[in-house]
């Protein structure tokens, strides 16, 4: 997943904007912006384990019974 990070210069100041693709949210310094963004990575690459139980339809649509 691409993240980008981009600074915006409004009438009051700035604001960051991280952008996903998908999800675009804005943020009113660098720090949070950058604190955000690297959360959200480190989350999307850990590991994630699937529960067996979500297998399950899968694997008895694939069933074969022995005749």
């Given at each position: 997943?691409?993240i ?13 904007l ?25 989350r ?5 384990k ?6 399950e ?6 069933a074969?019974?022995?005749?």
């Amino acid at each position: 997943m691409e993240i980008s990070i981009s600074k915006m210069v409004i009438e009051d100041g700035e604001k960051w904007l991280v952008n996903t693709g998908a999800i675009k949210l804005n943020f009113k310094d660098q720090a949070s912006a950058v604190e955000f963004t690297e959360k959200l990575k480190e989350r999307i690459e850990a590991p994630h384990k699937l529960p067996s139980s979500a297998l399950e339809p899968i694997t008895s649509a694939f069933a074969v019974e022995n005749v």
